[in-house]
Protein backbone atom coordinates (compact mmCIF):
# COMPACT_ATOMS: atom_id res chain seq x y z
CA UNK A 1 0.00 0.00 0.00
CA UNK A 2 1.33 3.64 -1.05
CA UNK A 3 0.11 6.99 -0.13
CA UNK A 4 0.70 9.44 -2.30
CA UNK A 5 4.10 11.33 -1.37
CA UNK A 6 2.13 14.41 -0.43
CA UNK A 7 0.24 12.77 2.44
CA UNK A 8 3.28 10.28 3.40
CA UNK A 9 4.14 11.94 6.66
CA UNK A 10 0.06 12.24 7.36
CA UNK A 11 0.04 8.49 8.10
CA UNK A 12 1.45 6.42 10.63
CA UNK A 13 1.21 2.62 10.40
CA UNK A 14 0.18 -0.30 13.50
CA UNK A 15 -1.27 2.73 15.41
CA UNK A 16 -3.08 1.65 18.72
CA UNK A 17 -6.84 2.52 19.16
CA UNK A 18 -7.11 1.78 22.71
CA UNK A 19 -6.42 4.50 23.62
CA UNK A 20 -8.54 6.55 21.22
CA UNK A 21 -11.62 5.13 21.86
CA UNK A 22 -13.83 5.75 25.54
CA UNK A 23 -13.71 1.33 26.11
CA UNK A 24 -9.90 1.91 26.23
CA UNK A 25 -9.57 -1.72 24.78
CA UNK A 26 -8.81 -2.90 21.11
CA UNK A 27 -6.05 -3.46 18.56
CA UNK A 28 -4.08 -1.28 16.08
CA UNK A 29 -4.83 0.03 13.21
CA UNK A 30 -2.75 -0.59 10.24
CA UNK A 31 -2.97 2.61 8.88
CA UNK A 32 -3.67 5.70 10.38
CA UNK A 33 -4.24 9.76 9.92
CA UNK A 34 -5.39 12.24 11.49
CA UNK A 35 -5.97 15.31 8.80
CA UNK A 36 -5.59 18.60 9.53
CA UNK A 37 -7.39 19.85 6.62
CA UNK A 38 -10.47 18.71 3.93
CA UNK A 39 -8.08 18.80 0.89
CA UNK A 40 -5.87 15.76 2.48
CA UNK A 41 -8.87 13.85 3.90
CA UNK A 42 -9.71 13.88 0.31
CA UNK A 43 -6.49 12.55 -0.82
CA UNK A 44 -6.12 9.69 1.54
CA UNK A 45 -9.51 8.80 0.97
CA UNK A 46 -9.32 9.25 -2.44
CA UNK A 47 -6.19 6.83 -2.46
CA UNK A 48 -7.70 4.69 -0.32
CA UNK A 49 -10.36 3.76 -2.41
CA UNK A 50 -8.06 3.33 -5.66
CA UNK A 51 -6.38 0.67 -3.78
CA UNK A 52 -9.08 -1.12 -2.32
CA UNK A 53 -8.36 -0.17 1.73
CA UNK A 54 -11.30 -0.15 3.55
CA UNK A 55 -11.64 3.58 5.35
CA UNK A 56 -12.94 3.82 8.72
CA UNK A 57 -13.71 7.17 9.72
CA UNK A 58 -12.98 7.74 13.96
CA UNK A 59 -14.80 10.86 15.81
CA UNK A 60 -14.74 11.04 19.64
CA UNK A 61 -14.42 7.12 19.85
CA UNK A 62 -17.46 7.21 22.50
CA UNK A 63 -19.68 4.63 19.88
CA UNK A 64 -16.68 1.74 19.25
CA UNK A 65 -15.57 -1.48 20.36
CA UNK A 66 -12.41 -2.12 18.70
CA UNK A 67 -11.83 -6.01 18.22
CA UNK A 68 -8.18 -7.11 19.33
CA UNK A 69 -7.20 -7.61 15.69
CA UNK A 70 -7.75 -4.35 15.46
CA UNK A 71 -8.34 -2.60 11.49
CA UNK A 72 -6.75 -3.77 8.70
CA UNK A 73 -7.42 -0.98 6.69
CA UNK A 74 -6.88 2.86 6.88
CA UNK A 75 -8.74 4.92 10.33
CA UNK A 76 -8.92 8.51 9.67
CA UNK A 77 -9.29 10.22 12.82
CA UNK A 78 -11.33 13.82 11.87
CA UNK A 79 -10.29 15.37 15.50
CA UNK A 80 -7.63 17.67 13.40
CA UNK A 81 -10.41 18.79 11.19
CA UNK A 82 -11.90 21.33 13.51
CA UNK A 83 -13.40 25.11 13.06
CA UNK A 84 -15.91 27.14 14.53
CA UNK A 85 -19.47 26.50 13.85
CA UNK A 86 -20.54 29.28 11.82
CA UNK A 87 -24.37 31.00 12.19
CA UNK A 88 -26.80 32.86 9.31
CA UNK A 89 -29.99 33.80 10.83
CA UNK A 90 -31.16 30.64 12.85
CA UNK A 91 -29.18 27.95 10.77
CA UNK A 92 -25.52 26.81 12.24
CA UNK A 93 -22.98 25.25 10.33
CA UNK A 94 -20.50 22.78 11.95
CA UNK A 95 -17.40 20.89 10.98
CA UNK A 96 -18.04 16.79 11.57
CA UNK A 97 -14.79 16.92 14.05
CA UNK A 98 -16.19 19.41 16.20
CA UNK A 99 -17.42 17.84 19.90
CA UNK A 100 -20.96 18.17 20.59
CA UNK A 101 -21.05 19.74 23.67
CA UNK A 102 -19.47 22.55 21.89
CA UNK A 103 -21.70 22.32 19.09
CA UNK A 104 -24.35 22.48 21.73
CA UNK A 105 -22.95 25.21 23.74
CA UNK A 106 -22.79 27.59 20.94
CA UNK A 107 -25.93 27.28 19.47
CA UNK A 108 -27.41 27.73 23.66
CA UNK A 109 -25.07 30.86 23.70
CA UNK A 110 -26.91 32.23 20.71
CA UNK A 111 -30.24 31.74 21.30
CA UNK A 112 -30.72 29.09 18.98
CA UNK A 113 -32.73 25.88 20.28
CA UNK A 114 -33.14 22.26 19.54
CA UNK A 115 -29.83 21.24 20.34
CA UNK A 116 -29.84 21.34 23.70
CA UNK A 117 -31.07 18.35 24.94
CA UNK A 118 -27.74 16.80 23.67
CA UNK A 119 -25.71 17.95 26.34
CA UNK A 120 -23.52 15.93 28.21
CA UNK A 121 -23.71 13.45 24.74
CA UNK A 122 -19.89 12.67 24.30
CA UNK A 123 -18.18 12.81 20.97
CA UNK A 124 -18.15 14.84 17.77
CA UNK A 125 -21.07 16.43 15.78
CA UNK A 126 -20.20 13.98 12.74
CA UNK A 127 -20.34 10.46 14.53
CA UNK A 128 -24.13 12.05 16.40
CA UNK A 129 -25.43 12.72 13.23
CA UNK A 130 -24.24 9.29 11.67
CA UNK A 131 -26.08 7.10 14.73
CA UNK A 132 -28.78 9.82 15.19
CA UNK A 133 -27.98 10.48 18.49
CA UNK A 134 -30.70 11.40 21.04
CA UNK A 135 -31.61 12.75 24.52
CA UNK A 136 -34.15 13.95 26.71
CA UNK A 137 -36.88 12.19 24.00
CA UNK A 138 -35.33 13.86 20.42
CA UNK A 139 -33.37 13.08 18.28
CA UNK A 140 -30.17 15.39 16.49
CA UNK A 141 -31.95 14.27 13.33
CA UNK A 142 -34.94 16.17 13.91
CA UNK A 143 -32.85 19.34 14.08
CA UNK A 144 -30.92 18.68 10.93
CA UNK A 145 -31.26 20.47 7.60
CA UNK A 146 -28.62 19.69 5.18
CA UNK A 147 -25.94 17.07 5.72
CA UNK A 148 -22.69 17.09 3.43
CA UNK A 149 -21.05 14.08 3.03
CA UNK A 150 -17.55 13.02 0.87
CA UNK A 151 -18.06 9.92 -1.49
CA UNK A 152 -15.50 7.55 -1.63
CA UNK A 153 -14.85 8.86 -5.04
CA UNK A 154 -14.14 11.99 -3.86
CA UNK A 155 -17.13 14.16 -4.90
CA UNK A 156 -18.72 16.36 -2.16
CA UNK A 157 -22.66 15.78 -1.76
CA UNK A 158 -25.17 17.45 0.23
CA UNK A 159 -28.10 15.68 1.33
CA UNK A 160 -31.55 17.08 2.45
CA UNK A 161 -32.81 15.66 6.38
CA UNK A 162 -34.99 13.30 4.06
CA UNK A 163 -32.25 12.28 2.39
CA UNK A 164 -30.32 11.44 5.59
CA UNK A 165 -33.05 9.25 6.34
CA UNK A 166 -33.22 9.70 10.32
CA UNK A 167 -35.07 7.19 12.57
CA UNK A 168 -34.35 5.64 15.67
CA UNK A 169 -30.52 5.69 16.01
CA UNK A 170 -30.24 4.93 12.52
CA UNK A 171 -29.33 6.75 9.02
CA UNK A 172 -28.87 6.53 5.66
CA UNK A 173 -25.62 7.67 6.28
CA UNK A 174 -23.84 4.42 7.22
CA UNK A 175 -20.19 4.02 4.61
CA UNK A 176 -20.59 7.95 3.65
CA UNK A 177 -18.10 9.96 5.18
CA UNK A 178 -19.81 13.19 7.17
CA UNK A 179 -17.96 16.50 6.50
CA UNK A 180 -20.42 18.94 7.82
CA UNK A 181 -23.44 19.59 9.44
CA UNK A 182 -26.30 22.53 8.84
CA UNK A 183 -28.96 22.63 11.86
CA UNK A 184 -32.36 24.53 11.60
CA UNK A 185 -32.83 26.22 15.02
CA UNK A 186 -35.20 27.89 16.84
CA UNK A 187 -34.87 31.64 18.18
CA UNK A 188 -35.19 31.22 21.52
CA UNK A 189 -34.19 33.39 25.20
CA UNK A 190 -30.73 32.57 25.90
CA UNK A 191 -31.57 32.43 29.90
CA UNK A 192 -34.11 30.02 29.44
CA UNK A 193 -32.02 27.64 27.31
CA UNK A 194 -28.82 28.10 29.29
CA UNK A 195 -31.13 27.06 32.11
CA UNK A 196 -32.54 23.86 30.59
CA UNK A 197 -29.37 23.15 28.92
CA UNK A 198 -27.66 22.73 32.75
CA UNK A 199 -30.70 20.96 34.58
CA UNK A 200 -30.05 18.44 31.92
CA UNK A 201 -26.62 18.30 31.90
CA UNK A 202 -26.93 17.87 35.88
CA UNK A 203 -29.33 14.51 35.56
CA UNK A 204 -27.30 13.28 32.83
CA UNK A 205 -24.18 13.33 34.90
CA UNK A 206 -25.88 12.47 37.88
CA UNK A 207 -27.02 8.67 36.21
CA UNK A 208 -23.89 8.29 34.61
CA UNK A 209 -21.66 5.30 36.85
CA UNK A 210 -18.07 7.00 38.25
CA UNK A 211 -16.48 4.30 39.38
CA UNK A 212 -15.19 3.38 36.02
CA UNK A 213 -14.06 6.13 33.08
CA UNK A 214 -13.73 3.35 30.27
CA UNK A 215 -17.48 2.83 29.52
CA UNK A 216 -20.10 2.16 26.44
CA UNK A 217 -23.75 2.62 26.35
CA UNK A 218 -24.66 -0.35 24.10
CA UNK A 219 -28.01 -0.73 23.46
CA UNK A 220 -30.63 0.68 21.60
CA UNK A 221 -33.61 1.58 23.62
CA UNK A 222 -36.06 -0.85 22.27
CA UNK A 223 -39.23 0.64 21.13
CA UNK A 224 -41.22 1.92 24.33
CA UNK A 225 -39.38 1.04 27.26
CA UNK A 226 -35.73 2.74 28.28
CA UNK A 227 -33.07 -0.48 27.79
CA UNK A 228 -32.15 0.75 31.42
CA UNK A 229 -35.34 -0.76 32.75
CA UNK A 230 -35.22 -3.96 30.50
CA UNK A 231 -32.39 -4.97 31.86
CA UNK A 232 -33.28 -4.41 35.50
CA UNK A 233 -36.46 -6.30 34.86
CA UNK A 234 -34.67 -9.02 33.40
CA UNK A 235 -32.23 -9.36 36.61
CA UNK A 236 -29.46 -8.43 34.35
CA UNK A 237 -27.48 -5.45 36.25
CA UNK A 238 -23.91 -6.05 37.55
CA UNK A 239 -23.55 -8.80 35.17
CA UNK A 240 -19.98 -9.60 34.52
CA UNK A 241 -18.27 -11.35 31.62
CA UNK A 242 -14.38 -11.39 33.28
CA UNK A 243 -13.09 -8.09 33.24
CA UNK A 244 -15.90 -6.53 31.97
CA UNK A 245 -19.51 -5.75 33.71
CA UNK A 246 -23.19 -3.99 32.77
CA UNK A 247 -23.50 -1.03 35.43
CA UNK A 248 -25.02 -2.45 38.81
CA UNK A 249 -27.44 0.74 39.02
CA UNK A 250 -27.09 2.14 35.63
CA UNK A 251 -27.33 -1.32 33.38
CA UNK A 252 -27.44 0.69 30.33
CA UNK A 253 -23.58 1.42 30.69
CA UNK A 254 -21.00 -1.07 30.10
CA UNK A 255 -17.77 -1.27 32.01
CA UNK A 256 -14.60 -2.26 30.94
CA UNK A 257 -11.82 -2.73 34.31
CA UNK A 258 -8.97 -2.92 34.54
CA UNK A 259 -7.93 -6.26 32.48
CA UNK A 260 -10.71 -6.02 30.08
CA UNK A 261 -10.66 -7.17 26.43
CA UNK A 262 -12.52 -6.67 23.68
CA UNK A 263 -13.37 -10.28 23.36
CA UNK A 264 -15.26 -9.97 26.73
CA UNK A 265 -16.80 -7.29 25.75
CA UNK A 266 -18.00 -9.49 22.90
CA UNK A 267 -19.17 -12.09 25.24
CA UNK A 268 -21.21 -10.15 27.49
CA UNK A 269 -23.06 -8.14 24.79
CA UNK A 270 -23.83 -11.81 23.40
CA UNK A 271 -25.03 -13.06 26.86
CA UNK A 272 -27.17 -10.13 27.43
CA UNK A 273 -28.76 -9.86 24.03
CA UNK A 274 -29.44 -14.14 24.41
CA UNK A 275 -31.01 -13.14 28.44
CA UNK A 276 -33.02 -10.49 26.84
CA UNK A 277 -34.71 -12.48 24.17
CA UNK A 278 -35.39 -15.67 26.26
CA UNK A 279 -36.92 -13.84 28.72
CA UNK A 280 -39.58 -10.91 26.99
CA UNK A 281 -38.67 -12.28 22.98
CA UNK A 282 -36.91 -8.64 22.54
CA UNK A 283 -34.18 -8.64 20.10
CA UNK A 284 -32.40 -5.99 22.12
CA UNK A 285 -29.99 -3.82 18.83
CA UNK A 286 -26.86 -2.69 19.17
CA UNK A 287 -25.76 0.98 19.23
CA UNK A 288 -22.52 0.53 19.67
CA UNK A 289 -20.68 0.05 16.63
CA UNK A 290 -17.45 -3.12 16.21
CA UNK A 291 -14.76 -2.10 14.46
C1 LIG B 1 -20.99 7.77 28.76
C2 LIG B 1 -21.73 7.71 27.45
C3 LIG B 1 -23.00 8.25 27.36
C4 LIG B 1 -23.70 8.19 26.14
N1 LIG B 1 -24.94 8.72 26.07
C5 LIG B 1 -25.62 8.68 24.90
C6 LIG B 1 -26.94 9.25 24.79
O1 LIG B 1 -27.50 9.77 25.76
N2 LIG B 1 -27.55 9.18 23.59
C7 LIG B 1 -26.95 8.64 22.50
O2 LIG B 1 -27.55 8.63 21.42
N3 LIG B 1 -25.72 8.08 22.57
C8 LIG B 1 -25.04 8.10 23.73
N4 LIG B 1 -23.79 7.55 23.81
C9 LIG B 1 -23.17 6.95 22.62
C10 LIG B 1 -22.23 7.91 21.84
O3 LIG B 1 -21.77 8.95 22.67
C11 LIG B 1 -22.91 8.51 20.65
O4 LIG B 1 -23.29 7.49 19.78
C12 LIG B 1 -22.02 9.54 19.91
O5 LIG B 1 -22.83 10.31 19.08
C13 LIG B 1 -20.89 8.90 19.10
O6 LIG B 1 -20.07 9.94 18.56
P1 LIG B 1 -18.50 9.75 18.35
O7 LIG B 1 -17.98 10.97 17.68
O8 LIG B 1 -17.85 9.39 19.63
O9 LIG B 1 -18.49 8.53 17.34
P2 LIG B 1 -17.41 7.35 17.24
O10 LIG B 1 -17.56 6.48 18.43
O11 LIG B 1 -16.07 7.88 16.95
O12 LIG B 1 -17.96 6.58 15.96
C14 LIG B 1 -19.21 5.92 15.97
C15 LIG B 1 -19.58 5.57 14.52
O13 LIG B 1 -19.81 6.78 13.79
C16 LIG B 1 -18.95 6.81 12.64
N5 LIG B 1 -18.53 8.21 12.42
C17 LIG B 1 -18.05 9.09 13.33
N6 LIG B 1 -17.83 10.28 12.74
C18 LIG B 1 -18.16 10.13 11.44
C19 LIG B 1 -18.16 11.00 10.29
N7 LIG B 1 -17.77 12.28 10.37
N8 LIG B 1 -18.55 10.51 9.10
C20 LIG B 1 -18.95 9.22 8.99
N9 LIG B 1 -19.00 8.35 10.01
C21 LIG B 1 -18.60 8.80 11.23
C22 LIG B 1 -17.78 5.92 12.99
O14 LIG B 1 -17.14 5.44 11.80
C23 LIG B 1 -18.47 4.83 13.78
O15 LIG B 1 -19.07 3.89 12.91
C24 LIG B 1 -23.09 7.57 25.02
C25 LIG B 1 -21.80 7.01 25.13
C26 LIG B 1 -21.13 7.07 26.33
C27 LIG B 1 -19.76 6.49 26.42
Not at 57 to 73: F, K, Q
Not at 76 to 90: A, D, N, R
Amino acid sequence: MTFPESLMHLVRTDEPLGPLVWLGIGGPARYFAEPIDEADLRGLVGSAHEQGLPVRILGGGSNLLVREAGVDGLVISLSGLVSQPTLEGTEMTVGSGVKLSHAVIKSVGAGLGGLEHLVGIPGTVGGAVVGNASGGGRDIGSAVASVTVLETDGSVRTLTQQEAGFSHRKTSLTGLLVLKVTFQLETRDVAALTKRMQKLWISRNSSRPSEEPRIAMPFVDPDGMPAKELLQTVGLAGLREGDVSLDTNQPQYLLAHSGATSDQCLRLIKRVREQVLLQTGIDLQLNLQIW
